[in-house]
C-alpha cells in the first residue's frame, strides 16, 4: 500500500479477521512476539495484569484469552524491545525532538534510565535517582507556597501509588491535583451525584445478559472499549435491541464479528449491532432525550386514559425520586419542531426509540466522550438520569447507568485521594491515619492549573504518567506557559511531548510499567486497580522490566516525599518495601469502601466497591433521587453564524489518547494521515470543497486570540450537517481554555465552534 494520504470507505463488519491480523501485526512490528504472547494470556487474568488500555470490566465467564486488539496494542507499545536510553538522547537534542512527529516519538521506545535536562547543550543528560529526588525535593521547598506547585495523575496509576501521591501531596500543603478525569469523565464524577448521590456507574457486567435494552451515546465502543462489544453481540444474539446515538456511524456500532468467535471467523459471518442508528447532531442529546422523555409522558397519559398499564414507574417515582412535576412541566413545554431542529432526528424515529425504551423492563444507558465533552457535559448525565428514573430503572437487575472509563484506573484514582476537592470526613480520616494536618483550601483541577501557569503563580508541574501537554486545550499557549515553570518532572514509561515542552530544569523518570513484575524487600508485588464498575482487582506483572533502572510509581512517591519532607514522620521507606502496608492505611482511611483490603482482594478475582443506588439508596440532600432540569436544548453556548460548524475532536483506531500508533483509523477508511476533517458532503459544497481538498479551520471565539490549524485534508463522510469530525490531540490548538462545563470543569472537546478559512497546502510533520 501507497503512504499517501487517502480515504477508502470500510465497508466490512468491525472486529473479525482485520482485527486478528492487526493484532499479530502490531505484536511482530513491536518485536515482542513470544514475550507478548505469554503476556497476552496472563492478561485480565486473577494472576496476571489488567491491560492497561480501558476500564471494562473482565466478565465472569471463564474464557482462556481475554484481550482486544487494541489492548494487544497498548500491550506490544509497552513490552516493546525498543528503547530510549542514553545514547539517544545524547543524539538528539531537545530541539530535534521538538520537530519529530507523537508517532515517531512513540515508536523510539522504553525510556530506561533517569535524565534531567541540561540547559547548555538542550540535551536530557543521565542523572542518578538521588540527584533526581534531591532537585524535586530542593524545588519544593523553596516555594514560597505549596499551592505553586502542581500534581498531575493520568489515570493508568495503580490504587496504591495514588493513594501515596495524594498523602504525599496533601503532607507537603496543596490540593492542587489535576487530573485526566478532569478532562473526561468528571461531568459524571460531579454530575451524576447530584442526580443519585454518586458520581459511578451503576451496572454490572451481569446486568448486560438481563438488560431488555441497551443504548449507548456518545462512545465509540469498537474503538475504545472493545471488550464490551462481546456483551453487545450478546444482547444482539438473545434479541435485545440497541440504540446507538452517535454523530459518526461508527462501523463496530453497526456490524460487528468477534475476532474470538471462531465460527464466525470461519464463515466471514457477523452480528448486526445496533437496531437503531440515531444520526444525532453534536450536541443534539438532550433533544434527544427531551424527545424520548415527551413521547413517554404522552404514552402514559393515553395508557392511563385508556385504562392499560402505565408506562412509567409511578411506584419508582413516588417513594423514590424528587422534582417530578417540574421535570414533567419542562418536558411537555419543549415542542417537537425545537427537538427536531437540535437532534438533527425525526420525530417518527424518537418516538420509535421512546417505543422501545418503554417496552424494555430494564434498560442500561451507556455514555461515554460524546457525552461529557461538552459546556453543559454534566447537565447532559441529569438528562440520561431522568430517562433512567422514569422507568424506575435504577435498582433493577439489567438496568442502570454506565459511564464508560476511559483509562484502566481513572475511577480508582479518584476513590483513593486524587481529588482537588476533597470531603472534610476524608481529610480528618487522613489526619487520623497519618498525624498530620492536611490543607483544607480547595486546589486546582485541570483548567485552573493551567490558568495558574499562565499567569505565572505555578513553578512546578509534576506529572504522574500522562502527557499532560497534549492533552489539555490551546496548546500553543500552554507550551508557552509550560516553558516558564522553574521545575517540568515527568514519571513516565515511554517518551512523550509533555517531556520535551519543559521547565528551566526538567526530569524525565521512568517507571516500571503495569506488565512488568514489580519486586521489592518482601517479594514481588501486585497493586490494585478499580474498573469502571467499581471491581477492584489485583495486578500482578509476569514480564522482567525492561531495564534494571527502572523504579516503581509507588517507590519514586515515597522518595519523592522524603526529599520534599525530610522531617516527615509517615514511614515511607515501609510502603516501598510491602505494599500491603499502603493497602492496610487505605482500609483506615476508607472504612466504608476498603475494611479489610489486604484479605477481600486475596480472595478469588477481588470485590466490588458498594454502589448504593443499586439499592435504591440515594445520598442526596433530598435523600431521594432528583430529577433535574436542563434549561432548553442548547449543550453548547450558540456562537458564530450560518457558517460555523461544530467540530469533535475525536480518537482514531490506532491511537490511545495522545499515543498514536499508527496513522491509520481502519474503520473510518483513513489511512497515512491524521491532518483530516470529516465533513458532511453539502456541507463541503457549500464551502466550494471537493474530496481530498486542503482546508484550514479557525476557531470562532471572542477572546480576541485566534485559533487556526492549517492542512486539513477534508473527507467526505457521512456526518449530520453542520457536524464535523476530526482527531485529538492535532486539533487541541483549536480548542480554547475557556469552553468548558461549569460543574465540572471540562473542557468541551466534542463541541468547538470552527468555520473553515482559507485552502492551505499539507504541513503535516512526518520526518523519517
Ligand atoms: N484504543 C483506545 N482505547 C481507549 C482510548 C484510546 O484513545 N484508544 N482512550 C481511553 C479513554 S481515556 C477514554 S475517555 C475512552 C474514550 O472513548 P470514547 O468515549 O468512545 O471517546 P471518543 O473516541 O473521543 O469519541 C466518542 C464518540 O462520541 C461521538 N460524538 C462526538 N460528539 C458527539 C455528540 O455530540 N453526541 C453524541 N451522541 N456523540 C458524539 C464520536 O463520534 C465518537 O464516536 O476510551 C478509552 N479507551
Ligand atoms: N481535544 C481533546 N482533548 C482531549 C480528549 C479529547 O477527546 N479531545 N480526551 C481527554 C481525555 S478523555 C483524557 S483521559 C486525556 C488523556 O490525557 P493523559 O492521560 O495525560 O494522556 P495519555 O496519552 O493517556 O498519556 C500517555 C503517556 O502516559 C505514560 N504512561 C503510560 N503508561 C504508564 C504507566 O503505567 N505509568 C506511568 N507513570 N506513565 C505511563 C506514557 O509515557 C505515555 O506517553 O486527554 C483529554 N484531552
Ligand atoms: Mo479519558
Same mark, same amino acid.
Given at each position: 500500500?501507497?503512504?499517501?494520504?487517502?480515504?477508502?470507505?470500510?465497508?466490512?463488519?468491525?472486529?473479525?479477521?482485520?482485527?486478528?491480523?492487526?493484532?499479530?501485526?502490531?505484536?511482530?512490528?513491536?518485536?515482542?512476539?513470544?514475550?507478548?504472547?505469554?503476556?497476552?494470556?496472563?492478561?485480565?487474568?486473577?494472576?496476571?495484569?489488567?491491560?492497561?488500555?480501558?476500564?471494562?470490566?473482565?466478565?465472569?465467564?471463564?474464557?482462556?484469552?481475554?484481550?482486544?486488539?487494541?489492548?494487544?496494542?497498548?500491550?506490544?507499545?509497552?513490552?516493546?524491545?525498543?528503547?530510549?536510553?542514553?545514547?539517544?538522547?545524547?543524539?538528539?537534542?531537545?530541539?530535534?525532538?521538538?520537530?519529530?512527529?507523537?508517532?515517531?516519538?512513540?515508536?523510539?521506545?522504553?525510556?530506561?534510565?533517569?535524565?534531567?535536562?541540561?540547559?547548555?547543550?538542550?540535551?536530557?543528560?543521565?542523572?542518578?535517582?538521588?540527584?533526581?529526588?534531591?532537585?524535586?525535593?530542593?524545588?519544593?521547598?523553596?516555594?514560597?507556597?505549596?499551592?505553586?506547585?502542581?500534581?498531575?495523575?493520568?489515570?493508568?496509576?495503580?490504587?496504591?501509588?495514588?493513594?501515596?501521591?495524594?498523602?504525599?501531596? &496533601?503532607?507537603?500543603?496543596?490540593?492542587?491535583?489535576?487530573?485526566?478525569?478532569?478532562?473526561?469523565?468528571?461531568?459524571?464524577?460531579?454530575?451524576?451525584?447530584?442526580?443519585?448521590?454518586?458520581?459511578?456507574?451503576?451496572?454490572?457486567?451481569?446486568?448486560?445478559?438481563?438488560?431488555?435494552?441497551?443504548?449507548?451515546?456518545?462512545?465509540?465502543?469498537?474503538?475504545?472499549?472493545?471488550?464490551?462489544?462481546?456483551?453487545?453481540?450478546?444482547?444482539?444474539?438473545?434479541?435485545?435491541?440497541?440504540?446507538?446515538?452517535?454523530p459518526?456511524?461508527? &462501523?463496530?456500532?453497526?456490524?460487528?464479528?468477534?475476532?474470538?468467535?471462531?465460527?464466525?471467523?470461519?464463515?466471514?459471518?457477523?452480528?448486526?449491532?445496533?437496531?437503531?442508528?440515531?444520526?444525532?447532531r453534536i450536541g443534539g442529546?438532550?433533544?434527544?432525550?427531551?424527545?424520548?422523555?415527551?413521547?413517554?409522558?404522552?404514552?402514559?397519559?393515553?395508557?392511563?386514559? =385508556?385504562?392499560?398499564?402505565?408506562?412509567?414507574?409511578?411506584?419508582?417515582?413516588?417513594?423514590?425520586?424528587?422534582?417530578?412535576?417540574?421535570?414533567?412541566?419542562?418536558?411537555?413545554?419543549?415542542?417537537?419542531?425545537?427537538?427536531?431542529?437540535?437532534?438533527g432526528?425525526?420525530?417518527?424515529?424518537?418516538?420509535?426509540?421512546?417505543?422501545?425504551?418503554?417496552?424494555?423492563?430494564?434498560?442500561?444507558?451507556?455514555?461515554?466522550?460524546?457525552?461529557?465533552?461538552?459546556?453543559?457535559?454534566?447537565?447532559?448525565?441529569?438528562?440520561?438520569?431522568?430517562?433512567?428514573?422514569?422507568?424506575?430503572?435504577?435498582? =433493577?437487575?439489567?438496568?442502570?447507568?454506565?459511564?464508560?472509563?476511559?483509562?484502566?484506573?481513572?475511577?480508582?484514582?479518584?476513590?483513593?485521594?486524587?481529588?482537588?476537592?476533597?470531603?472534610?470526613?476524608?481529610?480528618?480520616?487522613?489526619?487520623?491515619?497519618?498525624?498530620?494536618?492536611?490543607?483544607?483550601?480547595?486546589?486546582?483541577?485541570?483548567?485552573?492549573?493551567?490558568?495558574?501557569?499562565?499567569?505565572?503563580?505555578? =513553578?512546578?508541574?509534576?506529572?504522574?504518567?500522562?502527557?499532560?501537554?497534549?492533552?489539555?486545550?490551546?496548546?500553543?499557549?500552554?507550551?508557552?506557559?509550560?516553558?516558564?515553570?522553574?521545575?517540568?518532572?515527568?514519571?513516565?514509561?515511554?517518551?512523550?511531548?509533555?517531556?520535551?515542552?519543559?521547565?528551566?530544569?526538567?526530569?524525565?523518570?521512568?517507571?516500571?510499567?503495569?506488565?512488568?513484575?514489580?519486586?521489592?524487600?518482601?517479594?514481588?508485588?501486585?497493586?490494585?486497580?478499580?474498573?469502571?464498575?467499581?471491581?477492584?482487582? &489485583?495486578?500482578?506483572?509476569?514480564?522482567?522490566?525492561?531495564?534494571?533502572?527502572?523504579?516503581?510509581?509507588?517507590?519514586?512517591?515515597?522518595?519523592?516525599?522524603?526529599?520534599?519532607?525530610?522531617?516527615?514522620?509517615?514511614?515511607?521507606?515501609?510502603?516501598?518495601?510491602?505494599?500491603?502496608?499502603?493497602?492496610?492505611?487505605?482500609?483506615?482511611?476508607?472504612?466504608?469502601?476498603?475494611?479489610?483490603?489486604?484479605?477481600?482482594?486475596?480472595?478469588?478475582?477481588?470485590?466490588?466497591?458498594?454502589?448504593?443506588?443499586?439499592?435504591?439508596?440515594?445520598?442526596?440532600?433530598?435523600?431521594?433521587?432528583?430529577?433535574?432540569?436542563?434549561?432548553?436544548?442548547?449543550?453548547?453556548?450558540?456562537?458564530g453564524?450560518p457558517d460555523m460548524l461544530r467540530l469533535?475532536?475525536? &480518537?482514531?483506531?490506532?491511537?490511545?489518547?495522545?499515543?498514536?500508533?499508527?496513522?491509520?483509523?481502519?474503520?473510518?477508511?483513513?489511512?497515512?494521515?491524521?491532518?483530516?476533517?470529516?465533513m458532511n458532503?453539502d456541507d463541503?459544497?457549500a464551502?466550494?470543497?471537493?474530496?481530498?481538498?486542503?482546508?484550514?479551520?479557525?476557531?470562532?471565539?471572542?477572546?480576541?486570540?485566534?485559533?487556526?490549524?492549517?492542512?486539513?485534508?477534508?473527507?467526505?463522510?457521512?456526518m449530520p450537517r453542520g457536524s464535523i469530525?476530526?482527531?485529538?490531540?492535532?486539533?487541541?490548538?483549536?480548542?480554547?481554555?475557556?469552553?468548558?462545563?461549569?460543574?465540572?470543569?471540562?473542557?468541551?472537546?466534542?463541541?468547538?465552534p470552527?468555520?473553515?478559512?482559507?485552502?492551505?497546502?499539507?504541513?503535516?510533520?512526518?520526518?523519517?
Amino acid at each position: 500500500m501507497s503512504d499517501k494520504p487517502e480515504f477508502k470507505p470500510y465497508t466490512h463488519p468491525a472486529g473479525g479477521w482485520g482485527a486478528a491480523n492487526a493484532t499479530a501485526r502490531v505484536l511482530m512490528e513491536q518485536s515482542v512476539l513470544a514475550k507478548g504472547s505469554r503476556a497476552l494470556l496472563a492478561m485480565n487474568h486473577p494472576d496476571g495484569f489488567k491491560c492497561p488500555s480501558c476500564a471494562w470490566p473482565d466478565p465472569d465467564r471463564e474464557k482462556t484469552l481475554e484481550f482486544c486488539e487494541n489492548g494487544a496494542k497498548a500491550l506490544a507499545f509497552e513490552a516493546t524491545k525498543r528503547t530510549v536510553g542514553a545514547d539517544f538522547f545524547a543524539a538528539h537534542t531537545v530541539t530535534d525532538l521538538m520537530s519529530r512527529s507523537d508517532h515517531w516519538l512513540e515508536e523510539q521506545g522504553r525510556l530506561t534510565r533517569p535524565m534531567r535536562y541540561d540547559a547548555a547543550t538542550d540535551h536530557y543528560v543521565p542523572c542518578t535517582w538521588d540527584e533526581a529526588y534531591a532537585m524535586i525535593g530542593r524545588h519544593l521547598r523553596a516555594l514560597d507556597h505549596p499551592d505553586q506547585a502542581e500534581f498531575y495523575t493520568s489515570g493508568r496509576t495503580s490504587n496504591e501509588a495514588a493513594f501515596l501521591y495524594s498523602v504525599f501531596v &496533601r503532607a507537603f500543603g496543596t490540593n492542587n491535583f489535576p487530573d485526566c478525569s478532569n478532562m473526561c469523565h468528571e461531568p459524571t464524577s460531579r454530575g451524576l451525584p447530584m442526580s443519585i448521590g454518586i458520581g459511578k456507574g451503576t451496572v454490572q457486567m451481569k446486568d448486560f445478559a438481563h438488560a431488555g435494552a441497551i443504548f449507548i451515546i456518545g462512545q465509540n465502543t469498537g474503538t475504545n472499549s472493545p471488550r464490551m462489544m462481546t456483551e453487545l453481540v450478546h444482547a444482539r444474539k438473545r434479541g435485545a435491541p440497541i440504540v446507538a446515538v452517535n454523530p459518526m456511524p461508527e &462501523r463496530a456500532l453497526i456490524r460487528f464479528t468477534e475476532p474470538q468467535d471462531p465460527i464466525k471467523m470461519a464463515t466471514f459471518g457477523s452480528t448486526p449491532i445496533a437496531s437503531e442508528f440515531c444520526h444525532v447532531r453534536i450536541g443534539g442529546d438532550v433533544a434527544f432525550l427531551k424527545g424520548v422523555m415527551k413521547t413517554l409522558f404522552q404514552m402514559d397519559a393515553d395508557a392511563v386514559a =385508556k385504562g392499560e398499564p402505565a408506562v412509567l414507574d409511578h411506584a419508582f417515582i413516588t417513594e423514590h425520586t424528587d422534582g417530578f412535576a417540574a421535570l414533567k412541566a419542562d418536558i411537555e413545554a419543549t415542542r417537537w419542531p425545537d427537538i427536531v431542529a437540535t437532534s438533527g432526528l425525526s420525530e417518527e424515529q424518537i418516538r420509535r426509540v421512546a417505543g422501545i425504551y418503554a417496552a424494555s423492563n430494564a434498560t442500561i444507558i451507556c455514555f461515554g466522550m460524546g457525552v461529557t465533552q461538552h459546556q453543559q457535559g454534566s447537565r447532559v448525565i441529569h438528562q440520561i438520569a431522568n430517562l433512567l428514573m422514569l422507568r424506575g430503572n435504577f435498582g =433493577k437487575e439489567g438496568a442502570g447507568i454506565c459511564p464508560v472509563r476511559g483509562h484502566s484506573n481513572v475511577q480508582g484514582d479518584r476513590t483513593v485521594g486524587i481529588d482537588e476537592k476533597p470531603t472534610s470526613i476524608y481529610l480528618d480520616r487522613l489526619q487520623a491515619a497519618f498525624g498530620f494536618s492536611p490543607p483544607r483550601e480547595h486546589g486546582h483541577h485541570v483548567i485552573e492549573s493551567v490558568q495558574a501557569m499562565i499567569d505565572g503563580t505555578a =513553578k512546578v508541574f509534576i506529572g504522574m504518567g500522562g502527557n499532560f501537554i497534549h492533552a489539555i486545550p490551546d496548546t500553543p499557549v500552554a507550551y508557552e506557559a509550560m516553558a516558564r515553570l522553574d521545575l517540568t518532572v515527568g514519571i513516565a514509561t515511554k517518551l512523550n511531548r509533555g517531556h520535551l515542552v519543559h521547565g528551566r530544569d526538567a526530569l524525565i523518570l521512568p517507571v516500571i510499567a503495569r506488565s512488568e513484575i514489580d519486586m521489592q524487600k518482601t517479594g514481588p508485588q501486585f497493586v490494585t486497580i478499580e474498573d469502571a464498575m467499581s471491581g477492584v482487582t &489485583r495486578s500482578h506483572g509476569v514480564l522482567h522490566p525492561t531495564s534494571a533502572d527502572l523504579r516503581s510509581e509507588i517507590e519514586i512517591v515515597c522518595r519523592m516525599a522524603r526529599a520534599t519532607l525530610p522531617d516527615s514522620t509517615i514511614d515511607w521507606e515501609g510502603f516501598i518495601d510491602d505494599y500491603d502496608l499502603i493497602r492496610d492505611k487505605i482500609a483506615q482511611v476508607y472504612p466504608d469502601l476498603y475494611a479489610g483490603f489486604n484479605t477481600r482482594i486475596r480472595q478469588g478475582k477481588g470485590f466490588s466497591l458498594p454502589v448504593p443506588p443499586r439499592q435504591r439508596i440515594w445520598n442526596t440532600p433530598t435523600g431521594k433521587a432528583n430529577f433535574l432540569i436542563f434549561d432548553g436544548l442548547d449543550e453548547d453556548t450558540p456562537i458564530g453564524g450560518p457558517d460555523m460548524l461544530r467540530l469533535s475532536t475525536i &480518537r482514531s483506531h490506532d491511537q490511545y489518547n495522545t499515543t498514536v500508533y499508527t496513522n491509520n483509523d481502519r474503520y473510518r477508511g483513513v489511512y497515512n494521515t491524521r491532518m483530516v476533517v470529516f465533513m458532511n458532503k453539502d456541507d463541503m459544497a457549500a464551502r466550494g470543497l471537493t474530496d481530498g481538498a486542503m482546508a484550514a479551520l479557525e476557531t470562532i471565539s471572542s477572546d480576541g486570540t485566534q485559533r487556526r490549524v492549517n492542512g486539513l485534508m477534508v473527507v467526505p463522510y457521512p456526518m449530520p450537517r453542520g457536524s464535523i469530525a476530526g482527531y485529538y490531540p492535532e486539533l487541541n490548538p483549536l480548542l480554547p481554555l475557556s469552553h468548558f462545563d461549569q460543574i465540572a470543569g471540562t473542557p468541551a472537546a466534542k463541541s468547538i465552534p470552527v468555520r473553515v478559512t482559507a485552502a492551505a497546502p499539507a504541513a503535516q510533520p512526518e520526518p523519517a
